[in-house]
């Protein structure tokens, strides 16, 4: 085949649970190679937040939405010879089937590459897929597809309980699920018809309880097969690969099923006709004796799906092993053969042989339920986390435990146990509950702590015994260590069972400092080893390590100038891809001022920790525990022979590395740029507030409060409303707004909770335009490339509003003032790096004092730095980083202050994941709910608006039936919006008040009742039947999230995937978007040319 | 707490862990093998007979000992070295824990050693000799070690082949999918997947011993003759390297690992001893005719040197990895000859095709 000379790559679109920074790994991986074979390659992505869209990565760069007109659109202008349609994920992979069947892909003459149409239909296609597997004689559970409900009923009567339904060409299990009853089966169908972009979904068998593996198989077009590497869930089938905790290779399997399932990998990645990477799941029977009487021959096993493209697990697969698999797929579907590729971690050999490990792998899945403690805590076939950690020991004890210390779950280790447990009693099986959910490991460990037999609870749960009498070693040594003194035998044996210092210290009796000096006694410190694709076998050129306890360490200290970036571990709500954006570009300006970079990091779905990123990639927990033990492993001696640790980077990896600085200062470790004493400023409330005023900088007033009298004086001096948080929790966690006594009575009890004899913080609610910007300082000078406004008010968390560069609506002297507070609070601290300041900008009388507040000051890189620094062009990283080395703005050639604008609009707006995660509200408020984020850039408002609308899935039709349901305290100030939709001619429907306010309006309005008691059609079913395309619903008071008015509303709408506006600011520029003149186009160019 | 067991190397290193298995001390080559599973093969595989074997995967003995996958009939490694042994095996086959099996068959096993130390040790400095003990400081063990024989030096094949001929009847389950052809194996060392294969494909199959002449087994008049992978250093078989001679031109003939080796000497050529070795189930291997790779199982200390080859006879095989001899062919002599193991168990089941090529060449005799 001759090599394409350009080729077009699609990306992932934003962060959304099923989809995370695996791909941006892939596509970035991708691009990079497709340099390498010296082909052009064209990307697009809607998301700004991402490495590929780097200017450096991908050659032509187009942040434009992932639909087939603006893709056609550029296919057009570009011409591209191919198409890699296998690197953005669903959404990628999808979006070149629509391509296709639109006729684009053949106008143009752009080749599908590597995959072909055919493959990605019959892979995709449940139905399709089966017949093929009959075909090669691959067994496939039996099952029946059905397109509409009652076909779906048919089925489930012949087949009979338990099902399992499971929607076509969708991800992360979106819509599936298992049906013990008949109810749910008919609601899980329902549901999955409609998750399915082509109304299909397959009802299978239930095979819960079986063994999950998966294989990642590669093959090139000379039909070369290799499997990279096989993983194990631990979690049975039935709940979904992305939410099972998995480890690589597998542990239960024999060679004889090992090779079994590998073989067939390789006979269905044949059949299929796939040019590259592909994932195959299957089910092995756990023993020839299976649920429900069936009796089969041992080592059954059955398909239960392919996917013929990277993948999640790919990217795991890549990070467990080391085999670069998106790399090697791109090479294949340029013509490439595995054994032209070489191998990039030996040097020695090429891409054609299969890794071997010599070491055991754990991911554990982040859930966000930290964030939605109302949600649906079970897990089942829909994938609910929105992002995982991995770890590497020699043991599974060890790695799984290094994994629970990656999770940053609130300082969960494995000691944790809910309180409820020890308070409350329950039968025996349910009680600590060990069913699928988020803290189902704590619950196994917490039940084996009461003496639960490991059999049995392996016989319940259907996870392997293997893995349970694992974790039972744990607690053995558990208790060993809470009754045993601790001496350098058990001590080592601790560690090598991969116990922290923490938990030892906790079960000794010794705190976690003083297990740590006296590992340093008895000489019990961790060695490095290299994760090399190969056991040893052959030295390795690629420097990437974990921690184990035993002799030989492979890490020697790297020499010359240095600096450790700590990374930001798991994506999570409120702690997305951009801060991996963030570290991977400070790592790179590391290396381009000639410093060697040190990345730490524990989360296999990023580019951060690939391991050609840095000069060096340690994957490990980013604890205390670890990143000292890291940096010591680093020291070195001076001339003089001091030693010298390498400086670490805590303002890039979110709040993660921040935490970090603390502990670290106090262990003596050096900081690039400023560290622990800026923080501590930013973040007591005290000095900060002592600080502003210094200044002369005004904040919103408030106070802290420690009972509800304080409070209500507080509230009546300030004047409500008032917003109450507990301090010292992080993301706007039990953030809520109070309207009056009532409210502030409610919230403060809760705050006062949450914030565990801290006081609470009473603030007054400014309900002006929220602002922020990001601030490079070196001390002397301050660099602000912009400012971004938000198109909500305040109130909304940044994370999730919506937010335009340049502001639209603020005045010269307030962007004057937030430039001014800005340099000076970044001078006063004496700041060197990279800062956010968040603001509220009231309307104010006087033209000439304006009234601008500050909110917050994050003294680190922010979420928006990966916008604000495309759509300038200033890459902010990079200068802060070099900042911090010691190199001024001056040095570097920029001014001080606030940047002219470019003539360009550019509007980012959050994406959220609610319909995987049953039972959490979705109105918008100060806690950040949003798990991603896309951008839309054009030459002026209304085209950036529409573009970030229709990428976000936000766009209102045209035309069409609108459900109004507004809080009293919201209705004054929606006529307008209101006056709009009947004016384009929406057919407006509404809940009682509000139908009453919009007939005194003399417009018409059908009034449904909002109870669901109350007779139908209901809110509900106006949504569930299509008649409503689009929701405004504004909320009406705090409290008990899923007790709100409207609950059932936005969860309706969120199931049925349609726009739901909880603010009337992101109504309004919805409407008037969809309203606006139709002739109005918005334009396709390249990143770079908008800013021009 | 279990005993302390030390393992000490030729060139005095050692390694201190904990004893698992039997209580005896027991000495060998020690290789590394770099499968992540199918440790019950390799330790009944005869081919490791003489060795101390260390799995370079940590966490050993997962899924038990099962009454199948028994590559013959004992535990044929000298001594066992682990990162981590399983004392809590879950599969539903398992009958016995690695522990049980090795001290029932009275090998002694080191677990809790840092196993890819070990590894980069032998990576870098070659294959060494060493003995393994609960007995006395490392010097002693050491001392030991100097007095006794080296690999290499002892006619293993002669240990491990069986007796007596017997016919291979172990019913397997499935089709026999080609005609009843008769195979004699010689049996060098080999592994049972050999001939349940062969039975598989609807072949009748002879084992005979390692020692038997070209006439003994043309009486038998074989439609194919089966060299074997065995232990040891081929280029100190005379007798079979006589046999294999004898056998050039009238048989179809397949040899496999030391089988291979057997046939490259019987054809004139040589074999050398590699640095640590080929062991594991992902090395890559070129088809010279198909220019295809594949991957395959592996385990061979030794190679065939390609110069020393006739020019009748060419490479047919390469290693993607270091280049070294995989396979052969000849001009004018009918023989599959390879040095890998298409019979997998451990390893990948992708060159079972190699049978079927012998078959082919058999069939072709056959209707001649
Ligand atoms: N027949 C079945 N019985 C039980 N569980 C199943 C069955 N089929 C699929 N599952 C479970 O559902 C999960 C998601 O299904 P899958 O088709 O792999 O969705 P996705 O395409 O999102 O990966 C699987 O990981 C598995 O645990
Ligand atoms: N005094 C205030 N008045 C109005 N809105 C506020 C006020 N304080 C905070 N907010 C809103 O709450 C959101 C989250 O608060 P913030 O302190 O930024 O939390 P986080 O630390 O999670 O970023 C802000 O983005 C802003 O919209
Ligand atoms: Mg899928
Ligand atoms: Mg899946």
Known sequence: MAKPSKVLVIGSGPIVIGQAAEFDYAGAQACKALREEGVTSVLVNSNPATIMTDEGIADIVYIEPLTVEAVTRIIERERPKGLLPTLGGQTGLNLAVELAEAGVLKKYKVKMLGTSLETIRRAEDRQLFKTMLAEIGEPTPESATATNLKEAEEIGRLMGLPLVVRPAYTLGGTGGGIAESWEEFVEVAAGGIAASPIDQVLIERSLVGWKEIEYEVMRDGADN????????????????????????????????????????????????????????????????????????????????????????????????????????????????????????????????????????????????????????????????????????????????????????????????????????????????????????????????????????????????????????????????????????????????????????????????????????????????????????????????????????????????PRAAVL???????????????????????????????????????????????????????????????????????????????????????????????????????????????????????????????????????????????????????????????????????????????????????????????????????????????????????????????????????????????????????????????????????????????????????????????????????????????????????????????????????????????????????????????????????????????VMGVDANFTGALAKALLAAGMTLPAVGGILLSIADRDKPEAVPLIKMLAGAGYRLYATEGTAAMVQDLGLSASVIPKKLQEGHPNVVDVIQEGAVHGVINTISGGGKAPLRDGFHIRRAAVERRMPCFTSLDTAMAAVRSATRDASVDYQIRPLPEYRR | MADKALLVLEDGSSYEGEAFGAAVESYGEVVFNTGMTGYQEVLTDPSYAGQIVMPTYPMVGNYGINPEDFESEKVQVRGFVVRQHSTTPSHWQAGQTLHEFLEAQRIPGISEVDTRAITRKLRSQGTMMGILTREGSPEEALERLKGLPRYGEVDLVKQVSTERAYEWTEEEPGLKTGPPYRITVLDLGLKRNILRILAGKGCRVLVVPAWVSAEAVMAAEPDGVLLSPGPGDPATLEYVIRTARGLLGRVPIMGICMGHQILAHALGGSTYKLKFGHRGGNHPVRDVETDRVHITAQNHGYAVDPDSLPSDASVSHVSLNDGAVEGMRHAGLPIVSIQYHSEAAPGPRDNGYMFDRFLEMVSDMHGA
């Not at chain 1, 054994?339 to 040097?347: E, L, M, R």
């Not at chain 1, 919103?700 to 420690?706: D, E, F, K, L, S």
């Not at chain 1, 319909?915 to 979705?922: E, F, I, N, P």
Request: aromatic share 8%; hydrophobic share 40%; charged share 25%.
């Open chain 1, 225 to 560: 097969c290799i499997t990279v590497c096989n993983m194990e869930n631990m979690d049975p089938m039935g709940v979904h690969t992305g939410d099972s905790i998995v480890v690589a290779p597998s542990q239960t399997l024999s060679d004889h099923e090992y090779q079994m399932l590998r073989s067939a990998s390789i006979k269905i990645i044949r059949a299929l006709g796939v040019e590259g990477g592909c994932n195959v799941q299957f089910a092995l029977a756990p023993h020839p004796v299976v649920a429900k009487g069936a009796i089969t021959a041992g080592r059954d096993y059955f398909v239960i799906e392919v996917n013929p493209r990277v993948s999640r697990s790919s990217a795991l697969a890549s990070k467990a092993t080391g085999y670069p698999i998106a790399r090697v797929a791109a090479k294949i579907a340029i013509g490439k053969r595995l054994d032209q590729i070489p191998n990039a971690v030996t040097g020695e050999t090429v891409a054609a042989f299969e890794p071997a490990l010599d070491y055991c792998v754990v991911k554990i899945p982040r859930w966000p339920f930290d964030k939605f403690a109302d949600g649906d805590r079970t897990i089942g076939t829909q994938m609910k986390a929105t992002g995982e950690v991995m770890a590497i020991d020699r043991t599974f004890e060890a790695a799984l435990q290094k994994a629970v210390r990656s999770l940053e779950n609130g300082g969960r280790s494995i000691l944790w146990e809910d309180p409820r447990w020890l308070k409350e009693e329950g039968p025996v099986e349910s009680w600590p509950p060990v069913h699928p959910s988020d803290f189902r490991l704590w619950g196994l460990l917490a039940a084996l702590r009461r003496g639960r037999g490991p059999e049995d609870l392996a016989a319940q749960t259907g996870i392997d015994p293997w893995f349970i009498k694992a974790l039972e070693r744990l607690i053995t040594l558990e208790k060993r260590l809470l009754s045993e003194s601790l001496s350098p035998e058990l001590l080592r044996e601790a560690k090598r069972m991969g116990f922290s210092d923490e938990s030892i210290g906790t079960l000794a009796d010794w705190l976690p400092e003083q297990v740590r000096d006296l590992r340093k006694r008895w000489e019990i410190t961790p060695v490095f080893k290299t994760v090399d694709t190969c056991a040893a076998e052959f030295s390795a050129q690629t420097p990437y390590f974990y921690s184990t306890y035993e002799t030989e360490n492979e890490a020697e200290p790297v020499t010359g």
């Open chain 1, 567 to 933: 990374g930001s571990g798991p994506i999570r709500i409120g702690q997305g891809i951009e801060f991996d954006y963030c570290s991977v570009h400070a790592a790179w300006a590391l290396e381009e001022a000639g410093v060697k970079s040190i990345m730490i990091n524990s989360n296999p779905e990023t580019v951060s920790t690939d391991f050609d990123t840095t000069h060096r990639l340690y994957f490990e927990p980013l604890d205390e525990e670890s990143v000292r033990d890291i940096l010591e492993n680093e020291q070195v001696f001076d001339e003089s022979g001091a030693p010298e640790l390498p400086p670490a980077c805590v303002q890039f990896g979110g709040q993660t590395a921040v935490n970090l600085a603390g502990p670290l200062a106090r262990a003596g470790a050096p900081f690039l740029g400023s560290g622990a004493e800026a923080l501590d400023l930013a973040e007591d409330r005290g000095r900060f507030e002592d600080f502003l005023t210094r200044l002369g900088i005004p904040q919103p007033p408030g106070g802290a409060v420690n009972n509800l009298r304080d409070g209500r004086n507080v509230a009546e001096l300030i004047g409500y409303p008032v917003l109450v948080r507990p301090s010292y929790v992080l993301g706007g966690r039990a953030m809520e707004i109070a309207y009056d006594e009532e409210d502030l009575a409610r919230f403060l009890e809760l705050a006062m909770e949450a914030s565990g004899g801290h006081p609470v913080l009473v603030d007054k609610y400014m309900q002006g335009k929220e602002v922020e910007v990001d601030a490079v300082s070196d001390g002397e000078r301050v660099l602000i490339p912009g400012i971004m406004e938000h198109i909500e008010r305040a109130g909304v968390h940044s994370g999730d509003a919506m937010c335009v560069y340049p502001s639209q609506t603020l005045t010269g002297a307030e962007a004057e003032a937030i430039g001014r507070y800005t340099q000076r609070i970044a001078l006063e601290m004496g700041f060197k790096g990279l800062m956010n300041v968040q603001f509220i900008v009231m309307p104010g009388e006087d033209p000439w004092a304006p009234l601008v507040y500050v909110l917050e000051v994050n003294p680190r890189s922010s979420r928006t730095v990966p916008f604000i620094s495309k759509v300038t062009g200033i890459p902010l990283v990079n200068i802060a980083t070099k900042v911090m080395l010691g190199h001024s703005l001056e040095e570097q050639g920029h001014n001080s202050g606030l940047a002219p604008n470019r003539p360009l609009v550019a509007v980012k707006a959050p994406v959220f994941s609610m319909s995987k995660l049953a039972g959490v509200d979705t109105f918008l408020g100060p806690e950040m709910k949003s798990t991603g984020e």
